[in-house]
């Protein structure tokens, strides 16, 4: 699995717990081992800007997912075919307002903002109902999942 972790950021971010949780999610989604994603931190003036240039919306958001090859989730029988995934960026001057306002830390809400990114990555959306059931469900799964493997490590 190759994740490309790459903080453009003035904020110091604990990079291998990321990276340890995308590919624990990347696992648990039954992806490729060859498959590539990347992840980019940048600060809030930078975020704006792509917040706007591909969303057309004003101010900084807390993350953003570019999909390359359109993968999708695999099974234990038939895992993703390896290609690339796509980016992930992430603001962690956003993330850090956010976690204070939901009372965890900055990486903590680092962690749920990279999940959310890698399922859009992987074609799960929560504009509808239904979806978001189905994305927010998965997206608590992975990180129980993920805190209770470092637990026992």
Same mark, same amino acid.
């Given at each position: *699995?190759?994740?490309?972790?790459?903080?453009?950021?003035?904020?110091?971010?604990?990079?291998?717990?990321?990276?340890?949780?995308?590919?624990?999610?990347?696992? $648990?989604?039954?992806? @490729?081992?060859?498959?590539?994603?990347?992840?980019?931190?940048?600060?809030?003036?930078? #975020?704006? $800007?792509?917040?706007?240039?591909? *969303?057309?919306?004003?101010? /900084?958001?807390?993350?953003?997912?570019?999909? *390359?090859?359109? %993968?999708? /989730? =695999?099974?234990?029988?038939?895992?993703?075919?390896?290609?690339?995934?796509?980016?992930?960026? &992430?603001?962690? $001057?956003?993330?850090?307002? $956010?976690?204070?306002?939901?009372? @965890?830390?900055?990486?903590?809400? %680092?962690? %749920? &903002?990279?999940?959310?990114?890698? &399922?859009?990555?992987? =074609?799960?959306?929560?504009?509808?109902?239904?979806?978001? !059931?189905? #994305?927010?469900?998965?997206?608590?799964?992975?990180?129980?999942?993920?805190? #209770?493997?470092?637990?026992? !490590?």
């Amino acid at each position: *699995m190759s994740i490309e972790i790459n903080n453009e950021s003035t904020i110091a971010v604990d990079e291998t717990a990321l990276q340890r949780l995308a590919a624990y999610a990347l696992d $648990q989604l039954h992806v @490729h081992p060859e498959a590539e994603l990347a992840i980019v931190l940048v600060d809030e003036g930078a #975020m704006e $800007q792509l917040h706007v240039q591909w *969303m057309d919306e004003p101010g /900084p958001t807390d993350v953003l997912s570019f999909p *390359m090859d359109e %993968l999708r /989730p =695999g099974t234990e029988d038939a895992v993703t075919p390896a290609g690339l995934l796509g980016d992930i960026v &992430l603001c962690p $001057q956003v993330a850090a307002a $956010q976690a204070e306002t939901a009372g @965890h830390s900055t990486l903590e809400e %680092l962690l %749920l &903002l990279t999940t959310h990114g890698l &399922l859009h990555l992987l =074609g799960f959306d929560h504009a509808e109902p239904d979806e978001e !059931k189905e #994305m927010f469900g998965l997206q608590r799964d992975i990180l129980i999942g993920f805190h #209770m493997t470092e637990r026992s !490590k």
